[in-house]
T-cell receptor, first 113, second 114 residues
Framework: DAGVTQSPTHLIKTRGQQVTLRCSPI?????VSWYQQVLGQGPQFIFQ???????GRGNFPDRFSARQFPNYSSELNVNALLLGDSALYLC????????????FGPGTRLTVT | AQSVTQLDSQVPVFEEAPVELRCNYS??????LFWYVQYPNQGLQLLLK??????LVKGINGFEAEFNKSQTSFHLRKPSVHISDTAEYFC????????????FGAGTILRVKS
C-alpha cells in the first residue's frame, strides 16, 4: 500500500510569493495534519483537517491556510512568503480525527530566498 | 499547554554500546507519549507509543521506553546500537483527548560510531 505522499519534494520561492503544497493520505485515512519543521527544531503543528473540516489550528499567522478535498487529500497554502517560512513541511494522516497513530509523509522542502 | 524537553541535542555512542535518549514532558491529566525517528531527508517514523498500562513500552528496531509519571519522563533506550541507528529522534506528546495535535521536542541526534 502506498504511504502518505507529498508534492512537490522541493521548491524554491521568492519573498512575497505564494506557495501551495499537496498531500495525499494513506487510502482510507480521513484526517490530515500539517507540521512545519524548521532546521534544527522539532515539527510544529499547523493544522488538522478531518472529514473536510478544520479540527485544529496551531499558532501560525493567517498567511497560512489549508483545505481538505472530498477524496481526503489536502493542500497547504502560504501567502506573502517570508524568509522564516523556509522549512520542511510534513503531512501526517490517520484514520480518524482523534488518533494515537499518525503516518508521516516525506515532506516538502521549501526554500524562500 | 503541553511541552516536551529533550535534554541532549546530540548523543555520540560507539556501535554495540547501550544508549539512552532523555525526554521530559509537562504534566497533564491525560498523557500520551511517542518517540519518532527521522532519517536524513525523510519524514518521521513511529518507534513506539505509551497510551496506558505497562510503563515499559517496546517498539521497533529493538528500542524501548519507560514512562515515569513521578519524574514526568519518557526516556528511550536501546541495549546495543548499530550504525544504521544514526538518525534524529523526537519525543512527542499528544495534546488533549481530542484531535491529533502532537507537541514535539527539539530532537536528539544519535551518532553511532564504529
Amino acid at each position: 500500500d502506498a504511504g502518505v505522499t507529498q508534492s512537490p519534494t522541493h521548491l524554491i520561492k521568492t519573498r512575497g510569493q505564494q506557495v501551495t503544497l499537496r498531500c495525499s493520505p494513506i487510502s482510507g485515512h480521513k484526517s490530515v495534519s500539517w507540521y512545519q519543521q524548521v532546521l534544527g527544531q522539532g515539527p510544529q503543528f499547523i493544522f488538522q483537517y478531518y472529514e473536510k473540516e478544520e479540527r485544529g489550528r496551531g499558532n501560525f499567522p493567517d498567511r497560512f491556510s489549508a483545505r481538505q478535498f472530498p477524496n481526503y487529500s489536502s493542500e497547504l497554502n502560504v501567502n506573502a512568503l517570508l524568509l522564516g517560512d523556509s522549512a520542511l513541511y510534513l503531512c501526517a494522516s490517520s484514520w480518524t480525527g482523534t488518533s494515537y497513530e499518525q503516518y508521516f509523509g516525506p515532506g516538502t522542502r521549501l526554500t524562500v530566498t | 499547554a503541553q511541552s516536551v524537553t529533550q535534554l541532549d541535542s546530540q548523543v555520540p555512542v560507539f556501535e554495540e554500546a547501550p544508549v539512552e535518549l532523555r525526554c521530559n514532558y509537562s504534566s497533564s491529566v491525560s498523557v500520551y507519549l511517542f518517540w519518532y525517528v527521522q532519517y536524513p531527508n525523510q519524514g518521521l517514523q513511529l518507534l513506539l507509543k505509551y497510551l496506558s498500562g505497562s510503563t515499559l513500552v517496546k517498539g521497533i528496531n529493538g528500542f524501548e521506553a519507560e514512562f515515569n509519571k513521578s519524574q514526568t519522563s519518557f526516556h528511550l533506550r536501546k541495549p546495543s546500537v548499530h550504525i544504521s541507528d544514526t538518525a534524529e529522534y523526537f519525543c512527542a506528546v499528544k495534546e488533549g483527548e481530542y484531535g491529533n495535535k502532537l507537541v514535539f521536542g527539539a530532537g536528539t541526534i544519535l551518532r553511532v560510531k564504529s
